[in-house]
């Protein structure tokens, strides 16, 4: 029996999910979840060179996961929660929609 609920999970949030996926990338947005960092941090923080970084972080700002604020010579970047909050409330939702499908198939019997 299908549900008739349909998941929230857009093409964005599909997206979203293939950029916060890399490994590096994940790395960065946790950091960026305790605290505001420079490039600089970023590079000590994870050993990656500097222009990988920037390519990496270059991503994440595309895709909205972070934003810049310049100070002085260096770009501070900062996670930018509310764009994670939607991606896990549409994860939530679906699995939801699957918790109600294990339950509604629980109670049929067998074919």
Do not use: W
Not at 61 to 78: H, S
């Amino acid at each position: 029996m299908m549900t008739s609920a349909k998941p929230e999970v857009t093409p964005e949030g599909v997206d979203l999910i293939r950029v916060i996926a890399d490994p590096l990338r994940f790395q960065i947005v946790t950091l960026l979840a305790r605290e505001t960092l420079c490039t600089t941090h970023l590079v000590e923080e994870t050993g990656a060179r500097q222009t990988n970084l920037s390519n990496h972080l270059r991503v994440l700002r595309e895709a909205g996961v972070v934003e810049t604020e310049p100070c002085g010579r260096y770009t501070y970047y900062r996670l930018r929660p509310d764009v994670l909050t939607a991606l896990a409330g549409s994860l939530t939702d679906l699995a939801e929609i699957a918790r109600t499908t294990i339950e509604t198939d629980r109670k049929r019997p067998c074919p």
